[in-house]
């Protein structure tokens, strides 16, 4: 059973994955059909920085000779992506004003927080996925375990717990360490952080086993030679690092879930918007070089339609209920 934890400890704790995704948004922009007045406003619910930087940098090359509209950013983080998400809801849905975030807040915050004034799980539209994040447990590079067997072993049959960090409590990571527990029949114990980077810092320093982390933040660890992966999570292994199994394939299956980055709208926009606004940004998703790009990273564009990415919505959000109820993961009110 899971200890409860202030709001404050888990303020941060949701989608804090999609912080570097601040410019990345800039990739996301409709067309000039859409953005009439020379402006599109992008909400972000969250600070700006992280390993989405590149891919954004990348995109947004892409997108300046697409765009005839200048994109305005506008960051409001707050209350695990709910105070942007309310805004984006609250606006005309004209196409002007969009909300770029994570598989967490619409999937995962539901289950863990009490319905206020914005639910994101009804007060949205989607339009489309933007990149799926390979995710993988690492490990520092001298640490003694090669494997998930590894891992398992030690637990079982070691001196001390093993510890498992994550990006905060209740954060898409932190499943992860709550479904390996369930695959493996063992107890890791969970180590929540404000975030991917200092997690890393500790791993690498020793002072926790491991985390599920990410691949554009881990892998330039693991291709310099100071952290190794254990095992990806999901049933294929990514084309970023096809050397590394998933846990799957080392007799561990369950250990899935996908963390993307997704575009909505306000709610009640025309269907036909919403499709236009899907087909603009595949046309740039699509881009043989945007794609080499992110996938060297393990961010993988995974462009689809509005009614696809609202069939995936629900299904996430159903994998991830099932675990939280079952693990009584919850936060204090």
């Excluded at 609250?90 to 909300?99: E, N, V």
């Excluded at 294929?236 to 996908?258: C, H, L, N």
């Excluded at 080499?292 to 009614?307: D, Q, S």
Aim: a positive charge; one cysteine or more.
């Amino acid at each position: 059973m899971q200890r409860p934890v202030s709001r404050r400890r888990a303020a941060h704790a949701i989608g804090l994955m999609a912080a570097g995704a601040l410019t990345l948004v800039l990739a996301c922009g409709p067309d000039r059909a859409q953005a009439q007045d020379g402006n599109l406003r992008i909400v972000v619910p969250m600070a700006a920085g992280g390993p989405a930087d590149f891919v954004a940098r990348a995109v947004s090359e892409k997108l300046r000779d697409k765009l005839g509209a200048t994109v305005v950013i506008e960051n409001k983080p707050g209350a695990n992506g709910a105070v942007g998400g309310a805004a984006v809801a609250a606006s005309p849905p004209d196409g002007k004003t969009l909300l770029f975030a994570t598989s967490g807040l619409l999937t995962i915050t539901p289950h863990l927080e009490q319905k206020g004034a914005f639910n994101p799980a009804t007060d949205l539209t989607p339009i489309t996925t933007v990149v799926v994040n390979g995710t993988a447990l690492v490990v520092r590079a001298d640490h003694p375990a090669n494997s998930v067997a590894d891992l398992v072993a030690l637990s079982k049959n070691g001196t001390k717990p093993v510890t498992l960090g994550s990006a905060g409590f209740g954060n898409i990571l932190h499943l992860y360490v709550e479904l390996l527990k369930e695959a493996t029949k063992t107890e890791f114990t969970h180590v929540p952080y404000r975030g991917v980077a200092p997690a890393m810092t500790d791993a690498l320093a020793g002072t926790i086993d491991g985390l599920f982390a990410d691949l554009p933040a881990s892998l330039p660890q693991i291709k310099g030679g100071k952290m190794k992966a254990l095992g990806m999570v999901g049933e294929t292994r990514s084309k970023a690092a096809p050397d590394i199994p998933t846990i799957a394939e080392q007799g561990f299956p369950g250990v899935s879930g996908a963390s993307w980055f997704g575009l909505f709208g306000p709610p009640k926009m025309d269907p036909k918007l919403a499709d236009s606004l899907a087909a603009k940004i595949a046309e740039v998703l699509r881009d043989p070089e945007i794609v080499a790009k992110f996938e060297a990273v393990g961010a993988a564009p995974t462009p689809v339609t509005p009614a696809a990415f609202a069939q995936r919505i629900e299904q996430d959000r159903a994998h991830w209920g099932r675990l939280i109820k079952e693990r009584n993961i919850r936060l204090e009110n």
